[in-house]
């Protein structure tokens, strides 16, 4: 049978040396498998392949990631022979993330299954779209349908085995590519802004599936270590987790910045139809998170005091107290009213327990690694970096650092406030 060919994608891991500490995930859009799906809120693939091959060298060879995200960690840590586990709460994050762990399928076989839903898809009339506010905001009618068309093909082929979950992340990774408007994730949709190009729904599932196929092939030439497992978890929970398995640590948690992790999904999960607003995320993933957001907290505004009393708050008790009292008495001269008392106190709540999970799967002697900025709500500055080594060390690790690598917010861009902001590593021993 003659083969069918691969699409090979134009950029391909021509990322220079020095801009191998970014960490960001804006770089990772030129690698295999990590370019399959843009998650703003990953971090840089060869960052963390820089610190699994350095670990390596000393001996540490199973690394845990609790916010594994879109399994940038995962990915890697499968790249340099290191065995891996992650857990990742968002359940349409966790999905992404395992359907990236499947590039082993024979790329043919993912080729021609993902030709075959186009096949059908193209055959089939125009099917008629549920109207919903969002999708209508973000797609003109022709392309909403064919779009349609794609996931109605989807559909009737999917049997939930390896290939259909990677046609399936062919799918929901084109939506915001063939959409005119503004839908980067960072600033969550936009449809008063509009893009320079909009892909056509058709031809970008066909690139994005030939794309993935090289990257599969291409893959699976090099030499590769155990596969990665991802468990789809609220980390603050340790339960189903090994115990005293991991001798590292590499992960980015949620920053205290008020970023929705909920919301920036929302476009996939309206599309496939897993909520049909923005109601709906709440109880379909925000409660499954580490509460870094105001809207996790709308009901806990009066709360904060026992939200500090917590025992496990105690060894940050009297400084976090302070920011939150400056944090209510500021929401009184601030027209949004936010709770970022509550929500400050809450983060610190949840982190002291992802702490304690950390503590449990992680072996004595273990070492971890988080990427961290601190924050300043309403201009009230949250010593992160200290107060989640300190959280760290009465988990029971026995001692942290923070390396900065960069100033954030210094040229005062921000107007809401002009507190300088860090971002860096926290590293935590023991
Ligand atoms: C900064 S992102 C990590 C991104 C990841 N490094 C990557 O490259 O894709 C933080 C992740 O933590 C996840 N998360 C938030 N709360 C969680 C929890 N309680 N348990 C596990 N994951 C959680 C979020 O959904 C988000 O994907």
Redesign the pocket.
């Known amino acids: 049978m003659q083969q069918l060919a691969f699409f090979e994608p134009a950029k391909d891991e021509a990322i220079p040396q020095e801009r191998r500490s970014s960490t960001t995930?804006l770089d990772?859009m030129a690698l295999p498998v990590?370019r399959w799906f843009r998650?703003s809120?990953?971090?840089?693939?060869l960052w963390?392949h820089d610190v699994l091959e350095a670990e390596r060298a000393k001996g540490r060879t199973r690394v845990f990631?609790?916010?594994?995200?879109?399994?940038?960690?995962l990915l890697e840590a499968e790249k340099a022979g290191v065995l891996a586990i992650g857990?990742?709460?968002?359940p349409f994050?966790?999905r992404i993330?395992r359907a990236k762990l499947l590039w082993r399928e024979p790329p043919q076989e993912f080729l021609k299954y993902g030709l075959r839903v186009l096949k059908i898809a193209k055959s089939m009339g125009p099917p008629e779209v549920k109207p919903s506010g969002l999708l209508e905001k973000c797609f003109p009618p022709h392309t909403l349908r064919l779009l349609e068309a794609i996931k109605v093909a989807w559909e009737e082929c999917a049997e939930g085995g390896p290939l259909s979950e990677l046609s399936w992340l062919a799918l929901i990774s084109i939506l915001r590519s063939c959409s005119p408007v503004g839908t980067a994730q960072w600033q969550y949709v936009l449809p008063s802004k509009s893009k320079a190009r909009a892909l056509a729904p058709f031809e970008a599932f066909e690139e994005k599936v030939r794309g993935m196929a090289y990257d599969m092939a291409r893959c699976q030439q090099r030499k590769n270590g155990a596969q990665a497992r991802l468990y789809p978890?609220?980390?603050?929970?340790a339960s189903g987790l090994p115990e005293n398995w991991a001798d590292l640590v590499i992960?980015?948690?949620?920053?205290v910045n008020n970023y929705d992790?909920?919301d920036?999904t929302r476009l996939e999960m309206t599309f496939m139809g897993e909520i049909e607003g923005w109601g709906d995320l709440q109880d379909a993933?925000r409660v499954?998170?580490?509460r870094?957001c105001t809207q996790h907290v709308a009901s806990l505004s009066a709360m904060t005091e026992d939200l500090i009393g917590h025992p496990r708050l105690c060894p940050i008790r009297d400084s976090l107290r302070r920011v939150c009292s400056s944090l209510s008495v500021e929401r009184e001269r601030h027209g949004g009213r936010k709770p970022y008392d509550a929500l400050v106190a809450a983060y610190f709540l949840?982190m002291a327990k992802?702490w304690d999970t950390l503590r449990r799967v992680a072996s004595p002697g273990a070492l971890v690694c988080f990427?961290v900025g601190d924050s300043a709500p309403y201009g009230v500055h949250v010593p992160v970096e200290r107060w989640l080594g300190e959280l760290a060390v009465s988990a029971g690790f026995s001692a942290w650092r923070f390396e900065k690598t960069r100033d954030r917010n210094i040229r005062w861009k921000n107007r809401k406030h002009r507190v300088p902001l860090q971002e860096g590593r926290l590293w935590v021993k023991g």
């Open positions: 995930f990772n990590h998650y809120a990953g971090f840089s693939a963390a990631d609790p916010f594994a995200g879109s399994g940038t960690t857990a990742e709460a968002h994050v966790a993330a978890r609220d980390v603050r929970e992960t980015s948690p949620p920053y992790y909920a920036a993933v499954h998170l580490v870094s949840d992802v990427v």
